[in-house]
């Protein structure tokens, strides 16, 4: 009986080995630039969770739906050969921007402190050890401005999370807008490729 209690109170210790670490008491985390001019021009880079990053995938997608209405920008460290196709590596790490609401985005400079709701949330998610883990707890500048023709957002963004590993990222990112996964055609097929080149825009209205 002694061993059996023993082995019951093992299994939560075992079952939080790869649960998201509690940021560091009084951790306070700034923006790796000052100002939105001062972010680089290549690529949104850096590093998360000790992993390098780099963004080869921007996408846009707005969520209309009743409930669910809300504005994300998903960057991924996976790229896929078709805009809006299936992305290379569905585990790759993402950095994720996300607003309430479905109207228009407004253009312009946005700087979020840590630890307050300002409009955007950021926040990372990346695949460890057959877990998924995260990191909200960000400050960070983010700048948008329309895409040519209207169909996506162009932007800078500079961010740090309070995650006790130094996760910092920054650089420009095009975000095509893409419908949303649960807007496709199911059935196994894969039809973003196949898709009209103003069918993004008619999504999710």
Excluded at 146 to 164: K, S, T
């Amino acid at each position: 009986m002694k061993l059996v209690a023993i082995v019951v109170l093992l299994v939560p210790v075992l079952d939080g080995c790869n649960a998201e670490p509690p940021a560091p008491s009084g951790e306070k985390v700034r923006p790796p630039h000052e100002s939105a001019d001062a972010i680089p021009g290549s690529a949104v880079q850096g590093t998360i969770r000790g992993r390098a990053f780099e963004a080869r995938d921007a996408r846009l997608l707005v969520d209309a739906r009743p409930g669910y209405e809300q504005v994300e920008i998903a960057l991924s460290a996976a790229s896929s050969s078709t805009p809006c196709g299936r992305l290379d590596d569905p585990a790759a790490p993402r950095i994720w921007l996300r607003r309430k609401g479905a109207e228009p985005v407004a253009m312009g400079e946005v700087r979020l402190s840590q630890g307050t709701e300002q409009g955007w949330e950021v926040h990372y998610q990346l695949e460890q050890g057959g877990t998924w883990v995260g990191n909200g707890d960000a400050a960070a500048i983010l700048r948008l401005r329309p895409a040519d023709g209207g169909a996506g957002l162009v932007g800078e963004l500079a961010a740090c999370f309070a995650d006790g590993m130094h996760s910092c990222v920054a650089g420009r990112f095009a975000a095509l807008r893409c419908p949303l996964s649960i807007d496709l055609p199911l059935r196994g097929t894969e039809p973003p490729e196949q898709l009209p080149p103003d069918a993004s825009r008619e999504t999710a209205r």
